[in-house]
């Protein structure tokens, strides 16, 4: 007993020892590092099921275990789950035909199955094999034209190119035109002649992103591509600039800002493959610009076009410069000629969903699906193609549809994702099922908590994981009554639990308004001593595109390095403020145009009402730390708040707007206006305007290759301060990007320790050493 004693009593010690003020050993932060995702993802078994459809309605998973992994077979129509084969026995038949060892805990992670289920495939000593699981027996498959693997292969190839439907050609740009490439002679064909620089096909190369991959949709019978010729002319150019020895590398590419004139045009054309022609769309250029995002191409193809099955029609949508007016349109695929259906104009800006575009043409019917906020909530509504009249609003409520799943034609039946109908969380997502005609809305995931699902290819099934922040996912089958066939998968994090962790707190305050609720979570030390007093870290992403979360509302052994820092002797807290999606219309304008409150308000109400709550916490000693969109709100924390805020880090913050790409500000404070003193409205969101407020302790970090977030936000702010002869920390990343890459940890040992020292008041060991480790299951 005395064994078992002694350390716990050391830990709380030790913690009492930091909040006294004097120094934290390297004992210290390697207990924090103990809750880094690296440390406590492998010590969680059961989780993570990726089903892999199969013929009959069967899908196998890869199961981590703790002695190693496990392959699983379920069979929806039977509603069985087992074992698919005998592990030892494919071991030792993998051994003998390999002439090597295998363990029957730790086998190949690249196992696969035939679509029948009659054999497990497997690539191992240089060969493809394919293991028969009624006999048990491994034969070489000298048929296989590539290492047999297991998953999904996605469909688009980088550098490859983007294949088409039927899988027999991809199409890829080549100096600034776009070809198609035959998988099976390798045999190029050169399909547009006129691209040239700065007005070639199929390229997204304007703003953060930029790249070669070809930016199109094929149609469903691989006959024709639907693209744009992109015109960036005259657009203004982003510079960045090597660190090395000798002569620095410029980088320039195209990159608009805010009240640019000229920003990238996107001409839309329809391209005949077989016979090459091009099909220019009668419409005028639109911005690059989408109804789901600041980037014309978020799901990684061509957003916002919807072919028909035949090929003959292309509906799409026109989105305007300030994300304001939606136009639907339907192409005529032979001629390019454009027929106006309908158009939603908005006060402030037009979403068409969140993590996926919810419209959808459906020319069997003559009917378009449509995403309105038009009532506060964010719907669907049905429209008709021909008149582009309203048929019907087919979801109503309180609550917001997130992302439209799945689309029964034949049944007349939409699956959905929604939030705001658990009643313990508004962010937990569910999956329902309605009617075309809005009758007969069925919640198909009734157990409470955050939900993904996978549907199967039948339509019959799905798979649904669920769980909250302290709850451990389940994963079940269910039928698409909602009906529970089997359970999957339950999460065991016994082990987990067993080194000492401990899940958030779910969290719930008030707005800054007094009324509206706010939710979160809050890490405490593990080691938490409720007679001390704590500093509090607030983490912020203020969006408006998304939350601290993420959206993400589930489970998770580690989010970030909260629960680490936390171990350190903070309280941290990630508080969803007003003007963030996922719910209603009303709170996500909260801030329209007034990017500067950052939700701050709501941040510093919250933190004192849970200072009122939890007396641990010491409200007097509040920090604040953020990335990108989180690293503006913290910079403006510190100025606008400076006498709650004592400590911030600023991590590659978008500091003034005007710095940034075009769409992004003009989507959420609007179109860049000067007033009779030529004074913008982008002016009093400049956090460098504001720098000459700062009291306390703030450190400034960017990568100075920042493609996203240009590093010239970060050196407004440091030349403000400079003039104002304020003190301040700055740590630059001479040649990385906006997330730092192979100096993460370095940040995150640097964050550590600023807080430490300065919030609370300790010293730090020196030059701690980070020790990341893969999961080798």
């Given at each position: 007993?005395?064994?078992?004693?002694?350390?716990?009593?050391?830990?709380?010690?030790?913690?009492?020892?930091?909040?006294?003020?004097?120094?934290?050993?390297?004992?210290?932060?390697?207990?924090?590092?103990?809750?880094?995702?690296?440390?406590?993802?492998?010590?969680?078994?059961?989780?993570?099921?990726?089903?892999?459809?199969?013929?009959?309605?069967?899908?196998?998973?890869?199961?981590?275990?703790?002695?190693?992994?496990?392959?699983?077979?379920?069979?929806?129509?039977?509603?069985?789950?087992?074992?698919?084969?005998?592990?030892?026995?494919?071991?030792?038949?993998?051994?003998?035909?390999?002439?090597?060892?295998?363990?029957?805990?730790?086998?190949?992670?690249?196992?696969?199955?035939?679509?029948?289920?009659?054999?497990?495939?497997?690539?191992?000593?240089?060969?493809?094999?394919?293991?028969?699981?009624?006999?048990?027996?491994?034969?070489?498959?000298?048929?296989?034209?590539?290492?047999?693997?297991?998953?999904?292969?996605?469909?688009?190839?980088?550098?490859?190119?983007?294949?088409?439907?039927?899988?027999?050609?991809?199409?890829?740009?080549?100096?600034?035109?776009?070809?198609?490439?035959?998988?099976?002679?390798?045999?190029?064909?050169?399909?547009?002649?006129?691209?040239?620089?700065?007005?070639?096909?199929?390229?997204?190369?304007?703003?953060?992103?930029?790249?070669?991959?070809?930016?199109?949709?094929?149609?469903?019978?691989?006959?024709?591509?639907?693209?744009?010729?992109?015109?960036?002319?005259?657009?203004?150019?982003?510079?960045?600039?090597?660190?090395?020895?000798?002569?620095?590398?410029?980088?320039?590419?195209?990159?608009?800002?805010?009240?640019?004139?000229?920003?990238?045009?996107?001409?839309?054309?329809?391209?005949?493959?077989?016979?090459?022609?091009?099909?220019?769309?009668?419409?005028?250029?639109?911005?690059?610009?989408?109804?789901?995002?600041?980037?014309?191409?978020?799901?990684?193809?061509?957003?916002?076009?919807?072919?028909?099955?035949?090929?003959?029609?292309?509906?799409?949508?026109?989105?305007?410069?300030?994300?304001?007016?939606?136009?639907?349109?339907?192409?005529?695929?032979?001629?390019?000629?454009?027929?106006?259906?309908?158009?939603?104009?908005?006060?402030?800006?037009?979403?068409?969903?969140?993590?996926?575009?919810?419209?959808?043409?459906?020319?069997?019917?003559n009917e378009i699906i449509w995403f309105s906020e038009r009532d506060n909530w964010g719907h669907l509504y049905l429209y008709n193609?021909?008149?582009?009249?309203?048929?019907?609003?087919?979801?109503?409520?309180?609550?917001?549809?997130?992302?439209?799943?799945?689309?029964?034609?034949?049944?007349?039946?939409?699956?959905?994702?929604?939030?705001?109908?658990?009643?313990?969380?508004?962010?937990?997502?569910?999956?329902?099922?309605?009617?075309?005609?809005?009758?007969?809305?069925?919640?198909?995931?009734?157990?409470?908590?955050?939900?993904?699902?996978?549907?199967?290819?039948?339509?019959?099934?799905?798979?649904?994981?669920?769980?909250?922040?302290?709850?451990?996912?389940?994963?079940?089958?269910?039928?698409?009554?909602?009906?529970?066939?089997?359970?999957?998968?339950?999460?065991?994090?016994?082990?987990?639990?067993?080194?000492?962790?401990?899940?958030?707190?779910?969290?719930?305050?008030?707005?800054?308004?007094?009324?509206?609720?706010?939710?979160?979570?809050?890490?405490?030390?593990?080691?938490?001593?409720?007679?001390?007093?704590?500093?509090?870290?607030?983490?912020?992403?203020?969006?408006?595109?998304?939350?601290?979360?993420?959206?993400?509302?589930?489970?998770?052994?580690?989010?970030?390095?909260?629960?680490?820092?936390?171990?350190?002797?903070?309280?941290?807290?990630?508080?969803?403020?007003?003007?963030?999606?996922?719910?209603?219309?009303?709170?996500?304008?909260?801030?329209?145009?007034?990017?500067?409150?950052?939700?701050?308000?709501?941040?510093?109400?919250?933190?004192?009402?849970?200072?009122?709550?939890?007396?641990?916490?010491?409200?007097?000693?509040?920090?604040?730390?953020?990335?990108?969109?989180?690293?503006?709100?913290?910079?403006?924390?510190?100025?606008?708040?400076?006498?709650?805020?004592?400590?911030?880090?600023?991590?590659?913050?978008?500091?003034?707007?005007?710095?940034?790409?075009?769409?992004?500000?003009?989507?959420?404070?609007?179109?860049?206006?000067?007033?009779?003193?030529?004074?913008?409205?982008?002016?009093?969101?400049?956090?460098?305007?504001?720098?000459?407020?700062?009291?306390?302790?703030?450190?400034?970090?960017?990568?100075?290759?920042?493609?996203?977030?240009?590093?010239?936000?970060?050196?407004?702010?440091?030349?403000?301060?400079?003039?104002?002869?304020?003190?301040?920390?700055?740590?630059?990343?001479?040649?990385?990007?906006?997330?730092?890459?192979?100096?993460?940890?370095?940040?995150?040992?640097?964050?550590?320790?600023?807080?430490?020292?300065?919030?609370?008041?300790?010293?730090?060991?020196?030059?701690?050493?980070?020790?990341?480790?893969?999961?080798?299951?």
């Amino acid at each position: 007993m005395k064994k078992l004693i002694l350390p716990a009593l050391l830990l709380v010690f030790a913690g009492a020892y930091a909040q006294q003020g004097k120094a934290l050993a390297v004992t210290d932060y390697e207990r924090a590092e103990k809750f880094m995702g690296y440390n406590t993802s492998p010590l969680v078994d059961g989780a993570n099921v990726r089903p892999n459809w199969l013929a009959a309605d069967k899908f196998w998973y890869r199961n981590l275990t703790a002695k190693g992994s496990e392959y699983i077979m379920v069979d929806a129509v039977k509603g069985s789950r087992t074992v698919a084969f005998d592990h030892q026995k494919f071991a030792e038949g993998l051994a003998k035909a390999t002439n090597a060892k295998y363990d029957a805990n730790t086998l190949p992670a690249g196992i696969g199955f035939t679509d029948d289920g009659k054999y497990a495939t497997v690539y191992a000593g240089n060969k493809n094999w394919k293991y028969d699981l009624a006999a048990g027996t491994f034969t070489e498959d000298t048929g296989a034209a590539q290492p047999a693997r297991g998953g999904f292969m996605g469909r688009r190839g980088g550098a490859g190119g983007v294949a088409s439907p039927d899988g027999k050609r991809t199409a890829f740009i080549k100096d600034y035109n776009l070809w198609v490439r035959d998988v099976a002679t390798g045999k190029q064909i050169q399909l547009t002649t006129d691209g040239e620089k700065d007005f070639g096909y199929a390229t997204d190369n304007a703003g953060w992103s930029h790249s070669d991959v070809a930016i199109l949709q094929w149609s469903p019978d691989s006959k024709k591509i639907a693209t744009f010729k992109q015109d960036q002319r005259k657009v203004g150019d982003m510079y960045l600039v090597t660190t090395n020895v000798g002569a620095p590398t410029l980088k320039a590419w195209k990159y608009p800002l805010p009240g640019d004139k000229e920003i990238a045009m996107i001409h839309r054309c329809i391209i005949e493959v077989d016979n090459p022609k091009v099909i220019m769309l009668k419409v005028p250029a639109d911005p690059h610009r989408a109804t789901l995002s600041d980037d014309i191409s978020s799901s990684g193809t061509l957003d916002d076009v919807n072919w028909s099955a035949d090929g003959t029609q292309l509906a799409f949508v026109s989105t305007s410069r300030d994300h304001k007016q939606e136009k639907v349109r339907i192409a005529n695929a032979a001629t390019g000629d454009v027929r106006e259906v309908f158009e939603e104009v908005v006060n402030t800006q037009y979403e068409s969903g969140w993590g996926s575009i919810n419209w959808r043409y459906l020319p069997k019917s003559n009917e378009i699906i449509w995403f309105s906020e038009r009532d506060n909530w964010g719907h669907l509504y049905l429209y008709n193609a021909a008149t582009g009249k309203l048929k019907n609003q087919i979801t109503k409520g309180d609550w917001v549809v997130t992302r439209l799943l799945k689309v029964d034609e034949k049944s007349r039946t939409l699956y959905f994702v929604a939030n705001g109908k658990d009643k313990l969380n508004p962010y937990f997502s569910h999956i329902f099922k309605i009617g075309f005609d809005g009758k007969k809305l069925t919640d198909l995931t009734p157990d409470a908590g955050f939900h993904q699902v996978t549907f199967s290819p039948s339509g019959n099934y799905l798979v649904d994981t669920y769980s909250q922040p302290n709850v451990a996912p389940v994963t079940v089958l269910r039928n698409l009554n909602g009906k529970l066939i089997t359970t999957v998968q339950q999460t065991d994090i016994s082990r987990l639990t067993a080194s000492g962790w401990k899940a958030p707190t779910p969290i719930t305050v008030k707005a800054a308004d007094g009324k509206t609720d706010l939710y979160g979570l809050m890490f405490t030390p593990t080691h938490l001593d409720a007679n001390q007093k704590y500093p509090i870290i607030n983490y912020l992403y203020p969006g408006p595109q998304g939350g601290s979360m993420g959206g993400n509302w589930g489970f998770s052994a580690a989010r970030g390095d909260h629960q680490a820092l936390a171990e350190l002797g903070f309280v941290v807290v990630l508080i969803e403020g007003t003007s963030n999606p996922l719910r209603s219309k009303s709170f996500h304008d909260m801030a329209y145009g007034k990017m500067s409150d950052n939700t701050l308000p709501d941040q510093v109400s919250g933190m004192q009402q849970l200072a009122q709550k939890y007396p641990y916490i010491d409200i007097n000693r509040a920090g604040m730390w953020g990335h990108s969109g989180g690293g503006f709100a913290t910079a403006c924390a510190m100025f606008k708040y400076p006498d709650f805020f004592k400590v911030g880090i600023s991590e590659s913050g978008n500091h003034d707007n005007r710095n940034y790409e075009d769409d992004w500000g003009e989507r959420y404070i609007g179109l860049l206006t000067k007033d009779a003193n030529g004074v913008s409205n982008y002016e009093d969101q400049a956090n460098q305007n504001f720098a000459k407020n700062l009291k306390g302790k703030l450190m400034l970090a960017h990568g100075m290759m920042d493609d996203n977030v240009p590093p010239y936000n970060t050196l407004l702010v440091v030349e403000a301060l400079e003039k104002a002869g304020k003190d301040y920390d700055l740590v630059i990343f001479p040649n990385s990007a906006h997330g730092y890459g192979q100096y993460s940890n370095y940040m995150t040992r640097r964050r550590w320790d600023y807080f430490v020292r300065y919030l609370m008041g300790a010293e730090t060991p020196k030059e701690y050493q980070l020790k990341p480790k893969v999961d080798a299951r």
